[in-house]
């Protein structure tokens, strides 16, 4: 039974982040129409958001220390950070140690001005194409970007690391009744989870209780009766393409204690991702985060040393085999909309 609860918190780990990038990618499907393959590439550069925020804060200038001396016996000179000019040593010392959940609020601005630079520079004049043409165009900016952030963060992993607070691990088995030490699960894995949680309960709340919202489901349903009602349709599509932006980067930024970023963790996302959205139903927002979850759970359970020793490999292509099945029997995807990618 412990073995089977640990699957299940791994599988939640992963399957927020499946469900927030594909809750993205639903977002700009069902508003817009445009297969975005380049969603992925707004998860990493959220990533490096964080990443940036962090080497901005450790920005430090050399100090002689009177009080330390190096083997020679000279004053010893240190660094430090700028940040603790301004705030104060222990204030600039605790900004550092939480930039990573800070940078939310720097990434958020800047996540939502890349999203609509996207739709108006690009996106837009796609509208109307062929998704095989969409799904081109915007892989082809995926790969740009994804070399941008290699020009300039380099090819090697940074590892950007959670707040100290969130350091180590929980003792999950001793919380819900089991032995202790059975049940042991990293901290910042669980408030991951929280996060997304919370991220994918506000867009649901946005879009269900606000006038906005509304307006865009029913652009969703028939756009073009909301445009013959005098209201500008294409604006608000515009800026829930940069709030989709903004769900992938939040989604990234959060992400990085848990996975170094790199220059291609973009792309490992995006096809994950996008296999989560068609199994859910293209289209579908509660189709996208329910697959999210499962495929994550179903991707750890089938990571089992057990099941790996019976079927080995299965933990890398099970995604698949589960895509395959679905669409062979329901090819809608669990909660798809009729009509949907259907001639």
Not at 246 to 259: E, K, Q, S
Not at 277 to 302: H, K, N, R, Y
Not at 328 to 337: A, E
Request: charged share 15%.
């Amino acid at each position: 039974m412990d073995a089977i609860i640990l699957q299940i918190l791994n599988g939640l780990d992963k399957g927020s982040a499946y469900a927030l990038i594909a809750l993205g990618l639903t977002l700009i499907f069902g508003t817009l129409g445009v297969v975005n393959f380049a969603h992925g590439a707004l998860f990493m550069i959220g990533a490096f958001c964080a990443v940036t925020l962090n080497k901005l804060l450790t920005l430090s200038h050399v100090v002689i220390d009177e009080t330390k001396t190096d083997f020679l016996g000279n004053p010893l000179k240190v660094q430090v950070p700028y940040v603790n000019d301004i705030f104060g040593e222990a204030a600039g010392a605790a900004i550092i140690d939480w930039s990573v959940p800070l940078a939310i609020f720097f990434a958020v601005p800047v996540m939502i001005a890349i999203g609509v630079i996207m739709e108006r520079g690009l996106i837009k004049h796609f509208y109307k194409r062929p998704h095989a043409d969409q799904i081109l165009v915007t892989f082809g900016l995926a790969i740009v970007l994804q070399e941008i952030i290699k020009y300039f963060y380099g090819a090697n992993p940074i590892p950007t690391p959670a707040p100290d607070a969130f350091k180590g691990s929980f003792d999950f088995g001793a919380a819900i009744g089991f032995d202790a030490n059975t049940i042991i699960y990293p901290y910042w894995r669980l408030v991951y989870f929280g996060f997304a949680s919370l991220i994918i309960g506000a867009v649901f709340a946005f879009l269900q209780f606000t006038t906005f919202g509304m307006v865009v489901r029913a652009g969703m349903a028939d756009r073009e009766t909301v445009g013959l009602l005098g209201i500008n349709i294409d604006k608000r599509f515009t800026i829930m393409f940069g709030l989709a932006a903004a769900v992938a980067g939040l989604a990234g930024v959060m992400y990085t204690p848990i996975n170094s970023p790199n220059y291609h963790m973009g792309m490992d996302f995006l096809v994950l991702s996008f296999v989560v959205v068609v199994v859910g139903g293209m289209g579908s927002l509660p189709g996208a985060v329910l697959a999210g979850f499962l495929l994550g759970i179903l991707e750890s359970f089938a990571s089992m040393r057990e099941i790996i020793d019976i079927i080995p490999g299965i933990n890398q292509v099970i995604i698949y085999l589960v895509a395959v099945i679905i669409l062979l029997t329901r090819p809608r995807g669990l909660m798809g909309r009729k009509g949907v990618m259907e001639d």
